[in-house]
């Protein structure tokens, strides 16, 4: 086996580049040709890669330049203020290489003993339930790597080819495989290293060379997660379980039924959260559904994309039929009608969108962002980086009523930030970039209501003016701890952790880091309210930090600072001088245990982050407080359908007190079991059967081998 493995690493540094064009820009102006309508062939390749790259999406990287590429280089060069003729002569290629170069970065080295490298360790890879190989993979700065030359072995055994040149690994997916390459909303950011699928890159992202720990040779590992997404693009689905990575081939896409692709940036307003799932995949569902149009029509009067969202789902639509909905298609979501139910009722959300939009952005609760974050709408995964941007939370109970309070407060309310009409067609204009967001969830919907024997006349249609039933809330959830300790941690900025009287205040007023072009959240949309009321700067308030707010930056501290050399970037000193708190903020000491009580989900210089509420102080940033005893609740299967976990009374081993997910987070001693079961701390989330919301519990999990607790920092 070890000869076999070295064998392996020693030939991955000469792959061939095969047949395959270049997809990496590696040329200089002076070597690029001239491109225009009609040309084709490696040149016209990279320049696809490019525009992609920079956002100026024409999907497959073909080598053929005709329309699309035509339009998006002119875009390029209207944003450039060149000449908009539509042709990359050598003015234009100047630009994207000057554009090209803010992506490049180097591989990182690391040696085999470095402390940066942590659970070192063999990992398992199946596809369609075999064992294909166990390589070493290990973790840095919380990402999981994988050594590339076994994922190609893996692939191979699906029938894929591949490339390795210039550090771009290039999926060849034969024509006649049978594998559909999805190659919409392709956007990435920096990176050492290319993925590229028949040619058109999809991902960058940043690769280790480090000591494969079998041979003693140093060879590439990439993050595993920017693969999984790859891969998602042909239908392959992927779980993760700590150790073990499963494949599966794609399956059959029902008729009405999602491809999971969403394109989704669920912007909203009162928070300042910008999210994108990014999520794609195939649904994997094998239900029917009632769809005979793209729009979710059930073939009666109305569409789904025109249901009013703010009434609830008929009453056909419950816990035990959402459950057996799940059930039967296979999702680990199966145990959540419950808390969808209750998203309905406490934010006038219908329940049948919010199950049909979780299985899009999640693929069925079964995406690696769902599984390893709870996320089960993507929410905050930014196409640039979305494994490691992607919001993190306590629960996928607290993620569905999260999702149903931020929608409704801001894309079905007249007069919220986002709002167009209370209908899938109008939160399609702000909350996704792909056009037919609102068709695939209607399909879904409609799918739905057909397994339960509804139809579209079922649900109310949206007129203009129409009113409808009020929220019992408006408040964003909280999600309750029971007994967490946690030990804060040195900031940058501040001489210990700055607390504050609600997250919001919070958001607005810490300091996250200095603030410059590519900066976003709500950070640059305070500095932007700040010029266009002292120097009148005229700038859209949208949280972005672009060359108009650059400009106007400099123009302040130009005239009203009295900079003879304005940089254009907001400080940590101008920060507390003009807009928010000053160097006085009140702090709790770096290495101080506290105790957590609650959490919020909210941002953090241009990020979705948790906060947590430090019992005796106030709001905090979570990045610089580590957990002491908070673990997850992980059951053995996650991708399966038994994912519900009961909790018992400490007292009375007999009486189950309460029902917990995988994934949820639980406060307890020791992440191992004593006298056959784990004894765990929780609270009730929401009030129900005269205990309030809250209240605090103690319970035992029986350790039979069904599940395991994780050790949240």
């Keep these: 086996m070890k000869k076999q493995r070295l064998l392996a690493v020693m030939i991955l540094p000469s792959l061939a580049s095969g047949a395959m064009p270049i997809v990496a820009h590696a040329a200089t102006t ?4 001239v491109l225009q309508v009609g040309s084709t062939g490696a040149a016209v390749v990279t320049l696809q ?15 053929d330049y005709g329309p699309l590429t035509t339009t998006e280089v002119k875009a390029f060069q209207t944003s450039h203020h060149l000449t908009a003729d539509g042709a990359v002569g050598p003015q234009t290629w100047s630009a994207i290489d000057a554009a090209m170069a803010a ?13 940066l490298v942590t659970h ?8 369609n339930g075999k064992l294909i190989t166990s390589p070493d993979g290990f973790t840095y700065q919380g990402t999981t790597y994988m050594p590339i030359w076994y994922v190609m072995n893996t692939m191979d055994q699906v029938g894929f080819q591949h490339t390795w040149s210039n550090n771009v690994w290039n999926i060849i997916v034969p024509s006649n495989s049978g594998f559909k390459v999805d190659y919409s909303n392709i956007k990435y950011g920096k990176g050492s290293t290319s993925i590229a699928i028949n040619g058109t890159v999809v991902d960058r992202v940043d690769a280790v060379i480090h000591v494969d720990p079998a041979s003693g040779q140093p060879t590439t590992y990439l993050p595993i997660w920017y693969v999984m997404d790859a891969l998602t693009r042909v239908g392959i689905q992927s779980g993760w379980q700590g150790t073990t990575w499963t494949m599966k081939p794609p399956a059959t896409t029902p008729t009405g039924g999602s491809t999971g692709t969403s394109g989704s940036t669920g912007t909203t307003g009162s928070s300042g959260s910008t999210g994108s799932s990014g999520s794609t995949g195939s649904s994997g569902s094998t239900g029917s559904t009632g769809s005979t149009g793209s729009s979710g029509s059930s073939g009666s009067t109305g569409s789904y ?4 969202l703010r009434f609830p789902a008929p009453g056909n639509v419950n816990a035990n039929t959402i459950d057996q909905y799940l059930l039967a298609n296979h999702s680990p979501m199966n145990g959540l009608g419950a808390s969808f139910m209750a998203a309905q009722n406490t934010y006038g959300v219908d329940a049948n969108y919010l199950v049909s939009h979780a299985i899009l952005e999640s693929a069925w609760g079964q995406s690696q962002i769902a599984l390893a974050k ?3 709408f993507g929410y905050g995964a930014y196409d640039a980086d979305p494994g490691d941007d992607a919001g993190m939370f306590p629960s996928d ?24 009409s209370p209908t899938l067609t109008g939160m399609n204009v702000h909350y996704a970039t792909d056009p037919q967001w609102a068709s695939s969830i209607g399909s879904l919907m409609a799918q739905f209501s057909g397994s339960v024997g509804s139809t579209i006349s079922d649900y109310t249609q949206y007129t203009p003016g129409q009113s409808a039933p009020a929220p019992k809330s408006n ?12 030990t804060t941690k040195a900031t940058p900025y501040y001489n210990g952790v700055p607390y504050f009287s609600s997250m919001g205040t919070g958001m607005q007023e810490m300091f996250f880091g200095q603030l410059s072009i590519g900066s976003s959240g709500e950070p640059v949309m305070e500095v932007q309210q700040f010029l266009n009321q002292q120097i009148g700067a005229g700038l859209t308030v949208d949280g972005q930090f672009g060359q108009a707010t650059q400009t106007a930056v400099k123009k302040f501290e130009s005239q009203v600072m009295g900079m003879a050399n304005p940089d254009g970037i907001w400080s940590y000193s101008m920060w507390t001088k003009y807009i928010g708190t000053s160097s006085s903020q009140p702090t709790i000491p770096a290495g101080t245990t506290v105790n957590i009580t609650q959490i919020e989900q909210g941002m953090a210089g241009g990020l979705v982050v948790p906060w947590y509420y430090v019992q005796g102080y106030g709001w905090v940033d979570s990045q610089y407080v580590s957990f002491n005893n908070v673990y997850r609740v992980q059951v053995a299967t996650p991708t399966g359908t038994s994912t519900s976990v009961p909790v018992y009374s400490a007292s009375n081993t007999s009486q189950q007190i309460a029902t917990l997910h995988n994934g949820d987070f639980v406060v307890a001693n020791s992440a191992s079991p004593s006298g056959g079961g784990y004894t765990v701390q929780i609270a009730v989330e929401l009030a129900t059967g005269g205990a309030a919301a809250g209240t605090l519990m103690t319970g035992v999990i029986p350790a039979n081998g069904s599940v395991t607790l994780v050790a949240q920092h």
């Design 475 to 486: 408040s964003e959830p909280v999600y309750y701890l029971n007994g967490a300790k946690g």
């Design 49 to 63: 890669n490019d525009l992609n790259a920079l956002g100026f999406t024409v999907g497959q990287a073909d080598g």
């Design 30 to 33: 002076s070597t690029e040709p």
């Design 397 to 420: 109970d607290y993620a569905i009523r999260f999702e149903a309070w931020e929608v409704r407060s801001n894309y079905l309310t007249p007069g919220a930030s986002e709002y167009v």
């Design 120 to 127: 070192l360790e063999a990992k398992q890879i199946y596809y």
């Design 374 to 376: 709870n996320n089960l």
């Design 305 to 308: 994309t025109n249901v009013d």
């Design 103 to 115: 992506f490049a970065s180097k591989p990182v080295n690391l040696s085999a003993n470095s402390p």
